[in-house]
Structure formats: C-alpha cells, structure tokens
T-cell receptor, first 112, second 115 residues
C-alpha cells in the first residue's frame, strides 16, 4: 500500500542553521506530494506541494523537490528561525484516492 | 474570511457517553474529511464525504458516525463503542475528489479527553 516515511525526530537546531527533513514514499500510482506544518495546539497548514516529478514546491523560505527516481520529497530551508518551531508532516495523495497518507511527523525546535 | 471552524476546541467526556464534534466550512468545498491524530503519529482517516447525504468509511471508522445534511457541515459523533477516543480530531475540506492535486485544508482541531 501507499506509505510515507519521515526522518525521526525530534530535531533541534540553532537559529540560522540549515534545515533538512527527509521524506520518502511508496505509492502504487503517481502521487501528489505535500508538506504540512502544525504549530502547537493548532490544526495543519499546507506549507507547500508538488504534483509531478521534478516540480519544486516553495513557501516561506522552505523548498522541496519531487524526486521520482529516489521517491523522495525532502524539506529544506536555508536559515531557520525560532518561529519555524513546529511539527512537520509529509503526505501523499494518489490521483482518485480519497485520503492523504501522512508520515508520522517530525518535531522541529529552533533555539535562539 | 473563508475557512474551516471546529468546535469546541477542548471537550471532556465521561466513559459511556456519546459526543458530537462540529465542523463547518464556508469555502464551498464539495469534499470533507475527519482525521484522528494521536501523539507522535501521523493522521488517520475516520470518514469522508464527497457530496451531501453521502459519506464513506476511512481506515478507522469503528466507533464513529457522521452525517452530511448540508454542504458546509460535517459533524462527527464519537460513540461509546470507540475503545480509545482520547485524541486530537481534525476536520478538512477540499474542492473536489477528482484527480490527485486538490488540496485539503484543515480546521484548528478539537482535543477530546475521556475522563
């Protein structure tokens, strides 16, 4: 079945450090890929998405590139801020399917 | 403002009681979803609906029920049959179920605690 595997957390970085959160997937079809972010006590917000191979999604300084050859969608940011502290979820959706398949989430803490 | 609202934010329930969680959207989206989130885990789909008066079971529907009498509303009832109901419940909506690129937008969630 379809699945998403994320980098184990928690991840702790200093402000202005470079961030990578790894995400790989297994899908029976040709998925769309998403990164969602969840701030403490809140729902999920869409951070970025990519719908086909080699697409790059970007938002708020975060980027992720859809790599079909490595079945990956790693999240990166060049210089993190304290306000980026949150839980990040990688997810996929196969065309025609009725649900998002989520990874387990990666908790990120940025220290000043 | 367009968006998804869920109420209440926190809910406490005694064992053996049914409880209903509210979800309303004013985005004119066709599809609505309910997910459950447990600590350290991803989200799991409970129920979804693509049109008024129709809904389908997700991966973990046992002990839950839903209705879709209006396009903008998709309430979830957690029944006494749900063995471990304490969790964070998230409602989502999307424009259409057709294709794979329609994005799901989430509400702020309801945290249910069974005492």
């Amino acid at each position: 079945g379809d699945s998403v595997t994320q980098m184990e957390g928690p991840v702790t970085l200093s402000e202005e450090a470079f961030l990578t959160i790894n995400c790989t997937y297994t899908a029976t079809g040709y998925p769309s890929l998403f990164w969602y972010v969840q701030y403490p006590g809140e729902g999920l917000q869409l951070l970025l998405k990519a719908t086909k191979a080699d697409d790059k999604g970007s938002n708020k300084g975060f980027e992720a590139t859809y790599r079909k050859e490595t079945t990956s969608f790693h999240l990166e940011k060049g210089s993190v801020q304290v306000s980026d502290s949150a839980v990040y979820f990688c997810a996929l959706k196969v065309g025609g399917a009725q649900k998002l398949v989520f990874g387990q989430g990666t908790r990120l803490t940025i220290n000043p | 403002d367009g968006g998804i609202t869920q109420s209440p934010k926190y809910l406490f329930r005694k064992e053996g009681q049914n409880v209903t969680l509210s979800c309303e959207q004013n985005l004119n989206h066709d599809a609505m979803y309910w997910y459950r989130q447990d600590p350290g885990q991803g989200l799991r789909l409970i129920y979804y609906s693509h049109i008024v008066n129709d809904f389908q079971k997700g991966d973990i529907a046992e002990g839950y029920s839903v209705s879709r009498e209006k396009k903008e509303s998709f309430p979830l009832t957690v029944t006494s049959a749900q063995k471990n109901p304490t969790a964070f419940y998230l409602c989502a909506s999307s424009q259409t179920l057709a294709g794979g690129t329609d994005t799901q937008y989430f509400g702020p969630g309801t945290r249910l605690t069974v005492l």
